[in-house]
């Protein structure tokens, strides 16, 4: 697999690998890794929207207001 950097990114990551005290492929596969150790990253679920309960009209989610604005 290859992945490719922009010449800024590179100089990122070399900065960062030299204050690690590693090169920077090291470092990249070694962030790669941990993203893959680490399965709730992937499979966080979205925050519920709260529910507004107006008494005698209908409950009003919070997305119905938000999507008359769009």
Not at 30 to 52: S, W
């Amino acid at each position: 697999m290859e992945v490719h950097f922009t010449p800024d990114q590179e100089a990122q990551l070399a900065q960062l690998a030299t204050e690690a005290g590693t090169d920077a492929e090291h470092l990249v596969k070694a962030a790669a890794l941990r993203l893959l150790e680490d399965e709730t990253y992937f499979h966080v679920p979205p925050p519920e929207l709260p529910v507004l309960h107006l008494g005698a009209m209908k409950s009003l989610h919070r997305r119905d207001i938000y999507d008359d604005v769009r």
